[in-house]
């Protein structure tokens, strides 16, 4: 079935970059997202890219995607105390359902 | 209304009891879904309503889950005979149909003792 896969725990310096990646299996997938989950909060989309996308900026967010190889990474530049949560990669078909990784904890160090 | 609601925020049941949990979506979305979220994993998908219908209810893990969407708006998740293993945090989206963006609700965190 479809799996989506992310790194467990990033840990970085406040003001570094991080890179957080993805991998996934669904071939079909037409759109890949990016969720911010904070202790106690709901799911926040920050950013999704279309499948036939290879890069999107937004802000200090940047999303690339490799689909040969179903990689999907996401850079946060300039690493704020704020940006400390669990972020969701996340894949879709045609319908809006989501496939979800298991998240990737980000924990910033002032 | 201004953004996904559930109810109740939090809920405890004991073991095999009945309980539903609601969604109220954002006005005038047509598709809604209902998402699980064990302890320190990802959302896992239930069921996809498209309008009235469940479109898709892949998801449900066994005949004691149920949904329904009688009119197109509110929904109601239903667990029959609850278990411990159904503790989790259950999560409500909402969208309209071909939007690239679904919106969250808080969610309900169901504990069966």
């Known amino acids: 079935g479809e799996d989506v896969e992310q790194s467990l725990f990033l840990s970085v310096r406040e003001g570094d970059s991080s890179v957080i990646n993805c991998t996934y299996t669904d071939s079909s997938s037409t759109y890949l997202y990016w969720y911010k989950q904070e202790p106690g909060a709901g799911l926040q989309l920050l950013t999704y890219i279309f499948s036939n996308m290879d890069m999107k900026q937004d802000q200090r967010l940047t999303v690339l995607l490799n689909k040969k190889d179903k990689h999907l990474s996401l850079r946060i530049a300039d690493t704020q105390t704020g940006d400390s949560a669990i972020y969701f990669c996340?894949?879709?078909?045609?319908?809006?359902?989501?496939?979800f990784g298991q998240g990737t904890t980000l924990q910033v160090k002032p | 209304g201004a953004g996904v609601s559930q109810t109740p925020s939090n809920k405890v049941t004991e073991k095999g009891k009945y309980v539903e949990l609601r969604c109220d979506p954002i006005s005038g979305h047509t598709a809604l879904y209902w998402y699980r979220q064990s302890l320190g994993q990802g959302p896992e998908f239930l069921i996809y309503f498209q309008g009235t219908g469940a479109a898709d209810d892949s998801g449900l893990p066994n005949d004691r889950f149920f949904a329904v969407r009688p009119e197109g708006s509110v929904s109601t998740l239903k667990i029959q005979r609850t278990e411990r293993g159904d503790s989790a945090v259950y999560l409500c989206a909402s969208s309209q149909t071909g939007s690239t963006e679904a919106f969250f609700g808080q969610g309900t965190r169901l504990t069966v003792v």
């Open positions: 996340a894949t879709a078909g045609n319908t809006g359902k989501l496939i």
